[in-house]
């Protein structure tokens, strides 16, 4: 529910933004009752996501206006490919047209990115996180993007995950603080939340393996070996998730330790948009 609530903020918020008191370029040389055509044109090969998401903006704007779909999301798709028509009042496709650009471009380049690590750690048992390094306000659509690429999320947010990162236990004043409390918080708050925590070193790992009582233990910027070491004093007894300074070429390295998820904070941060657009069509 709460996902659905901030999409629609989202296209709110963004229509304001963009269109202000009037698309003034649009209503001042396109007749109000015109109707049209547009086709939403691939020009790069990548894995298109988005088209759920252009369906609810368009109807949003205007409910009049029809999709008509060629291509699902998670599709691999190439130059020339054309993922949907969409048809009605040509003021309403010229005002909607670049805000269903920027989303499915952005999602697109997420999910491309995304179905490559997914296939760089084919045959092992990792799983391929996302991060909370995500565009603010775009959370819900770049997450959207990552599980469309094949990918899982992580948490979506603060509040459906306790994580207790390297601040959280220096702050608690130390590793069994920061779990107890954790552990009390969700017994006084009747909240059943998963609660994984963070460790630096070994001495971090072994505490944690003394007190008990998590569900995962994230390595942070273990290097390989002591990955791989880390994974066989684990020994199965709590799910393990290899976090900081992995690269696509290291990947399946640190996925061949037998790690359960390998987070990559890239697949949203610093991802390039798939290139797409939204062209006027007579057909």
């Known amino acids: 529910m709460i996902k659905q609530q901030l999409i629609d903020e989202l296209i709110r918020l963004a229509f304001a933004e963009d269109i202000g008191d009037g698309d003034h370029t649009t209503l001042c ?39 008509e779909v060629l291509i699902d999301d998670g599709t691999e798709v190439g130059y020339g490919d054309v993922a949907f028509y969409v048809a009605g009042k040509v003021q309403s496709l010229l005002q909607t047209e670049r805000l269903v650009l920027n989303v499915m471009q952005r999602m697109s380049g997420i999910a491309t990115v995304t179905r490559k690590y997914v296939r760089r750690v084919e045959g092992t048992k990792a799983k391929i996180l996302d991060t909370r390094k995500t565009t603010p306000g775009m959370r819900m659509l770049e997450k959207e993007a990552v599980r469309i690429g094949g990918g899982e999320n992580h948490r979506i947010g603060l509040f459906d995950m306790i994580l207790l990162k390297d601040n959280h236990v220096d702050f608690a004043g130390g590793i069994e603080p920061a779990i107890r409390r954790a552990k009390e918080y969700c017994w006084r708050h009747a909240k059943e939340l998963k609660i994984e925590i963070e460790v630096r070193n070994f001495d971090e790992l072994a505490e944690v393996l003394k007190i008990g009582g998590i569900d995962r233990i994230m390595l942070d910027n273990f290097d390989v070996d002591n990955t791989r070491k880390a994974v066989a004093l684990v020994d ?23 790690v359960d998820y390998i987070s990559v904070g890239a697949l949203t941060h610093s991802v390039k948009s798939l290139d797409m657009s939204l062209k006027a069509c007579d057909d």
Not at 40 to 59: C, M, N, T, W
């Open 29 to 67: 040389s396109i007749p109000e009752q015109a109707a049209g055509k547009a086709r939403l044109l691939i020009k790069e090969p990548g894995v298109l996501a988005g088209v759920d998401i252009a369906r609810q903006i368009f109807q949003t704007f205007d409910p009049d206006l029809t999709l």
């Open 236 to 258: 199965g007894r709590y799910a393990i998730e290899s976090s900081g300074g992995i690269t696509y070429d290291t990947i399946r390295d640190y996925a061949l330790c037998g």
